[in-house]
C-alpha cells in the first residue's frame, strides 16, 4: 500500500505509553526478513542476507541451470528500477527525466504482460506478486482485486501470498472498501497503514460502531490501544510531563474518556468479546489517568484474570505494577514485590524487541517509583540509575553533597534486602564520574580542603572526555573577566584539534589548591599586598561562578537561564565582597580596577542592574529607566566618583567601556 | 540577468536595489492551486512566486546532505508569474564542506523544471537558517551555487543574520516572522512582535545587500497542556512592522512577500489587509 507522507515519518516513540496490545513489529520488517531469509538458502550461503541483490541471486541461479529464476529475477530487478523512479522523484538526486518516466511506464507494463504469463510456473507466487506489484504501480487496483479474489488468495501460504494480500488490502482501501481492508491490515499487523486509514475515525463513536458491527474486529485493539494512549497525552500534558510522543495525537476531552470507560465495562458485560481483559486494562488504566486510582486497582485485578493474548495480559502486568507502586506503603513485602517485577521487566525487555517494557520501567521509574521512594535517598537514586530515569543527572547533580557520599558508600557495601540485591547487581557504575561530581560538590561549597581530598582520585584523562574539554584547555581563570572576556574563537578551537592539545593536570584539583593557597596565606598579608589578594581572590571566583569564562569548574554545562542553585556558595556575592575589600587600597590603579570591577554586569542579577528597559510603543524602541537604587548604580557611581576625583589616571578600559559612557551621560 | 536592479542611492553607500514587486512563497508538497488561491494571485498583482521544491537535509547515516519532500507539480502557474525555484536547506548541512553539493542541487532544479514542462526559470532560491559556526561554509557553498546557477541566485535572511557579513547572492529576502521564543507564547506572539523585531532594526540601512521583504499570514496551531494555542499574527502587527522596517530602510517596500500561500491564509485577512501590506 502506497501510503500518504504523513504516515511515512511516522517516528519512533518518546511518550512511553503504558497500554500496548500488541508488539509493534512491523509487517514490512517482518515480510523483509522472511524474503532475505529465502533468498539466503537459495544461494546456499550461511551469511545473513540483509539486502536483495539481483545480479549475485541470478548468477546462482544460472549456475543451477535455473532458467526460469534468471527471468524472474531480471523481471523482479527491471520492476524495482522501476520503483527506483519513483523514489528519486522525491529522495535522490537524479530526478527523473521525461523519458524516464516514459521508459517506466512501458517497462511496467511489459513486467506485468510477462509476470501474468508465468503464473502456471514452479514460480507461481512470485509471479503473481510481480504483476500485482506492477498492476499497484500503474493504479489498477481494480485488477488486483479481481486477481487476488479469483486466484491468488488459493495459492499455498508463502511470503509472497501475504505480501499479495498487503497490496490486495491497499487495493481495496484505494476503491474505497476501507472496512474489509482494515480487518486485513490490522491481521497483518500493518499498523502504518491502519493509521493512514483511521487517522480521522479514531473517536469513541467510532471505536462503539467498530466494536458494534463486530466484537472481535481486529482493528480494535488498534483503535483501543491508540485512544487510551491519547488520553495519556492529554493527562500528561495536564501534569507538566512533557513527554511528547504520537505524531498523531488525537485530543480526547474528559467526557469522551468517561464514555469510553462506562463502554469498556458493558464491552466486558456483554462477553461478546474474545479478549476482555483488552477492555478491562483500557478501562483501569483510564480510571487511573482520570484520578480514580481505588477503582484502577480494582479493575487492573479483575482483569489480571480475564481472557486475551499474551501481549495484553504482560502489559495488564505492567499496569498493575505501576498502580500498585503508586498506592502502595512503603513496606518490605512491596520492596520484594518490586524486586520481582523489576527482574521481570528485565527479562522481558531482552526478549521482546519493540521496546514496550524498556518504556515502561522508564514511566514507572518517573511517576510512580520516585515518589514511593522520595524518604529513602540511597534506594531511590539507585532506582533512578538502574531504570534510566531522566533526572537521574540533575538529581544527583544537585543533591546535597553529604547525601552523595553516603550513596557512594551505599553503592560499595553488601546487598541485604532483595531489592537492594536487585538494584546493586544493576548500578551502572562510574567511580570517577562520582569522585569528580563529590569533588566538584565541595567545590561548589568552596570547601577546598575537602574538595581536594576527593578530586585527587580523578586523574586528568577524565576531563579529556568532558564536553567541556575546549573551555578548558582555552580558558583562564586569572583572566579579569571585567577587562577580557576569554570568547572562544574558530581558529583557536583548530589550532587545539590540529595540534591534538589534551589535558594533562586536573584542572578542578589545580584550582582548589590555588584557592586554598591563596585564602590561606590571607591572614599574613596586609596593606596593598592584602588588598591585591583580595582582588586575585575575586577574579577567581567570578571566573569559576556560572556566569564567569570558567563555568566548567562549577557546572557540566552553562546556559542562558543558570541561576544560582541550591547546595553552592554564591560566588557572585563572594566576589563583591572581596572587590569591596580590594578597593580600599592606597593603590590607586589597583583601587580603579577593583571599583571597575564592581560594577561589572555580570555580576548582577537583571533587578539589581542600574536601568530597566521599558517598551516604548511610540518609537518602537526600547527606553532605559535608570534605577538609582539599585547595586550595580551605586557601584557605577563609585566609579564615576573615583575617575572625577583622578581625571588625569582614567584608564582606557574604564573610559572605553560603552556601559560605563551610557552611565556617565546621566550621572553628574 | 533577468532580475532588474536598479541603481539607487541609499544612506551613505551606493547600493543595488530592487524593483518594485508582489509575491508570495509557495511551501506546500504539491503545486495545485485552487480557485481562490488563483484569484488572489491575479488580485494582487502577484509576478513571482518562490516555490519550494525540495528540503536537503542530513542523510540517516548523518554524513551527506539528500533531498527530501520533493514538491510534485499537479498543475502550472499562470505564464505571467515568474516562478523561483527555492530549496531549504536545513543549518547542520552546512556544519561541513559538501564537495558538489551546489552542482548536484542546480542540476536537480533544472531536471525538474524540464520534466514538468516549466519554462523561463531565470533566478533560484536557497533558503537556510544559518549560524556562526556554519555561515562560512554556506557562503562558500552559495558561491557555488551561483557558479553552477549562472543566472540570478537569492537566500532568505533571518534578523539576527543581520549582525554578519551580506552572503554572495543578489539580493536577500529578509525573512521577518519566526522572531519570538516559543517558549514564551504568552508574553509575545512567537510569529511576529514588534518588541522583537526591534533590536535588529538599526543594522537594516547599514546591510549592504538589496533586500525584499516577507511577512507572515500563516497560523501556527499548537496545543500547550491541552489547550489548543492558535498563533496568528494581528493585522496590525504586520503593519507596524512593516512601517517600522520601512522607516528604517524604505526601499525595503519595493519587493513584498507574502508566506504563504494557502486559501486559510488568504481568508485570515481582509482584501484591505493585503492590500496594505502590499502596498509600495
Redesign the interface.
Known amino acids: 500500500m502506497t501510503l500518504p507522507?504523513l504516515a511515512c515519518i511516522w517516528g519512533e516513540l518518546t511518550n512511553p505509553y503504558l497500554f500496548s496490545m500488541y508488539r509493534k513489529t512491523e509487517f514490512r520488517e517482518r515480510v523483509e526478513k522472511i524474503c532475505n531469509d529465502n533468498w539466503q538458502t537459495y544461494l546456499g550461503t550461511s551469511e545473513e542476507y540483509f539486502w536483495f541483490n539481483a545480479d549475485d541471486v541470478i548468477k546462482a541461479a544460472q549456475h543451477k541451470s535455473d532458467g526460469l529464476m534468471v527471468s524472474y529475477v531480471k523481471n523482479l530487478q527491471k520492476y524495482l528500477k522501476c520503483v527506483d523512479v519513483e523514489q528519486s522523484?522525491?529522495?535522490?538526486?537524479?530526478?527523473?527525466?521525461?523519458e524516464e518516466?516514459a521508459t517506466q511506464q512501458r517497462d511496467l507494463q511489459a513486467i506485468r504482460t510477462y509476470a501474468l504469463g508465468n503464473t502456471k510456473t514452479k514460480l507461481r507466487s512470485q509471479h503473481a506478486l510481480l504483476y500485482m506489484r506492477c498492476n499497484m504501480m500503474l493504479g489498477r487496483h481494480q485488477e488486483n482485486i479481481n486477481y487476488w479474489e479469483q486466484t491468488a488468495s488459493q495459492f499455498i501460504e508463502t511470503v509472497y501470498k501475504d505480501m499479495m494480500q498487503n497490496i490486495y488490502a491497499g487495493a481495496l482501501y484505494k476503491t474505497g472498501q476501507d472496512e474489509k481492508a482494515g480487518e486485513l491490515f490490522a491481521e497483518m499487523g500493518d499498523y502504518q497503514s491502519l493509521m493512514t486509514q483511521f487517522y480521522r475515525k479514531r473517536s469513541f463513536q467510532a471505536i462503539r460502531q467498530h466494536y458494534q458491527k463486530n466484537p472481535n474486529s481486529k482493528v480494535l485493539p488498534f483503535l483501543l490501544q491508540d485512544f487510551v494512549n491519547n488520553c495519556q497525552e492529554?493527562i500528561d500534558?495536564?501534569g507538566?510531563d512533557w513527554f511528547d510522543g504520537k505524531l498523531f495525537?488525537r485530543?480526547i476531552n474528559e467526557q469522551e474518556a468517561t464514555q469510553m470507560r462506562q463502554f469498556c465495562e458493558t464491552v466486558v458485560r456483554e462477553g461478546k468479546t474474545e479478549t476482555p481483559i483488552m477492555w478491562k486494562s483500557a478501562k483501569a488504566w483510564l480510571e487511573y489517568l482520570y484520578g480514580h486510582q481505588k477503582q484502577a486497582a480494582t479493575d487492573i485485578l479483575e482483569a489480571s484474570k480475564l481472557d486475551g493474548t499474551d501481549r495484553m495480559k504482560d502489559c495488564a502486568r505492567v499496569l498493575m505494577l505501576f498502580i500498585t507502586a503508586k498506592q502502595a506503603p512503603d513496606s518490605e513485602a512491596f520492596d520484594d514485590y518490586l524486586a520481582d517485577e523489576l527482574s521481570w521487566l528485565k527479562e522481558m525487555e531482552q526478549k521482546e524487541e519493540d521496546g514496550y517494557f524498556y518504556r515502561a520501567k522508564t514511566r514507572i521509574s518517573h511517576q510512580a517509583l520516585m515518589k514511593h521512594y522520595q524518604n529513602n535517598t540511597d534506594k531511590l537514586i539507585a532506582m533512578m540509575d538502574v531504570t534510566n530515569n531522566y533526572h537521574y543527572g540533575e538529581y544527583i547533580d544537585t543533591m546535597r553533597v553529604g547525601q552523595l557520599e553516603k550513596y557512594f558508600a551505599y553503592t560499595n557495601t553488601p546487598a541485604k534486602s532483595n531489592l537492594d540485591k536487585y538494584l546493586k547487581a544493576n548500578l551502572k557504575k562510574d567511580e570517577k564520574a562520582m569522585t569528580d561530581l563529590i569533588g566538584t560538590k565541595y567545590l561548589r561549597l568552596c570547601q577546598w580542603d575537602k574538595a581536594i581530598k576527593w578530586l585527587e582520585y580523578v586523574p586528568a584523562s577524565f576531563y579529556n572526555e568532558a564536553g567541556y574539554r575546549m573551555y578548558v584547555l582555552l580558558r583562564k581563570v586569572s583572566v579579569e573577566p571585567w577587562i577580557t572576556r576569554q570568547w572562544i574563537k574558530d581558529a583557536d578551537v583548530d589550532r587545539a584539534e590540529t595540534y591534538n592539545w589534551t589535558v594533562s593536570e586536573n584542572p578542578k584539583l589545580l584550582f582548589a589548591k590555588e584557592m586554598q593557597m591563596m585564602e590561606g596565606t590571607m591572614n599574613v598579608l596586609s596593606g596593598k599586598a592584602l588588598c591585591q589578594r583580595c582582588y586575585n581572590l575575586a577574579t577567581y571566583y567570578a571566573q569559576a561562578n556560572f556566569t564567569g569564562d570558567c563555568w566548567w569548574l562549577m557546572r557540566n554545562g552553562k546556559s542562558v537561564s543558570d541561576t544560582l542553585r541550591v547546595n553552592e556558595v554564591d560566588l557572585r556575592a563572594k566576589t563583591k565582597e572581596l572587590l569591596q575589600k580590594a578597593s580600599q587600597t592606597t593603590d590607586l590603579a589597583l583601587k580603579e580596577k577593583a571599583l571597575f570591577a564592581l560594577s561589572y554586569g555580570e555580576l548582577y542579577n537583571e533587578n539589581q542592574r542600574w536601568f530597566t528597559r521599558e517598551?516604548n510603543n511610540e518609537t518602537?524602541?526600547?527606553d532605559r529607566k535608570t534605577s538609582s537604587n539599585s547595586q550595580q548604580y551605586r557601584a557605577f557611581a563609585a566609579l564615576a566618583n573615583f575617575e572625577k576625583q583622578n581625571t588625569t589616571h582614567t584608564s582606557q578600559y574604564v573610559s572605553r567601556c560603552d556601559e560605563y559612557i551610557q552611565f556617565r551621560k546621566q550621572f553628574h | 540577468m533577468s532580475l532588474l536592479l536598479c541603481l539607487l542611492m541609499t544612506g551613505c553607500s551606493e547600493r543595488q536595489e530592487l524593483t518594485e514587486g508582489n509575491a508570495v512563497y509557495f511551501w506546500r508538497?504539491d503545486l495545485k492551486l485552487d480557485s481562490i488561491e488563483q484569484s488572489f494571485l491575479q488580485r494582487y498583482h502577484i509576478n513571482k512566486v518562490y516555490c519550494r521544491y525540495f528540503d536537503v537535509v542530513i542523510d540517516e547515516e548523518g554524513t551527506d546532505p539528500?533531498?527530501?519532500?520533493?514538491i510534485?507539480f499537479s498543475s502550472t502557474l499562470p505564464d505571467s508569474i515568474e516562478l523561483i525555484p527555492t530549496v531549504y536547506i536545513t543549518e547542520n548541512c552546512m556544519h561541513q564542506k559538501h564537495p558538489g553539493l551546489a552542482e548536484?542541487i542546480v542540476?536537480?532544479i533544472r531536471?525538474?523544471n524540464?520534466?514538468n514542462d516549466i519554462k523561463h526559470v531565470n533566478e533560484i532560491q536557497i533558503d537556510c537558517d544559518y549560524t556562526s559556526k556554519s555561515r562560512k561554509n554556506y557562503y562558500q557553498f552559495l558561491e557555488e551555487v551561483k557558479e553552477a546557477w549562472g543566472q540570478t541566485l537569492s537566500t532568505t535572511i533571518r534578523l539576527h543574520q543581520l549582525s554578519m557579513e551580506p552572503p554572495p547572492v543578489d539580493y536577500g529576502v529578509l525573512m521577518i516572522y519566526n522572531t519570538g521564543d516559543p517558549r514564551k507564547w504568552e508574553e509575545r506572539n512567537p510569529i511576529l512582535d514588534?518588541?522583537d523585531v526591534?533590536p535588529y532594526?538599526k543594522q537594516l540601512d547599514s546591510y549592504s545587500l538589496p533586500l525584499a521583504a516577507a511577512y507572515p499570514v500563516y497560523q501556527w496551531v499548537r496545543?500547550?497542556?491541552?489547550i489548543?494555542i492558535e498563533h496568528t499574527v494581528e493585522a496590525k502587527e504586520i503593519l507596524?512592522v512593516k512601517e517600522?522596517v520601512e522607516k528604517k530602510r524604505s526601499n525595503l517596500k519595493n519587493v513584498i512577500i507574502t508566506y504563504h500561500l494557502d486559501k486559510d491564509n488568504i481568508n485570515r485577512y481582509k482584501p484591505e489587509t493585503y492590500e496594505e501590506i502590499y502596498h509600495h
Open positions: 507522507t522523484k522525491q529522495y535522490e538526486w537524479n530526478y527523473p527525466s521525461k518516466i492529554v500534558a495536564n507538566g495525537v485530543r517598551w518602537y524602541e526600547y | 508538497t539528500k533531498p527530501n519532500a520533493t510534485a548536484k542540476k536537480r531536471q525538474m524540464e520534466t514588534i518588541r526591534q532594526l496545543t500547550i497542556r491541552n489548543r507596524r517600522a
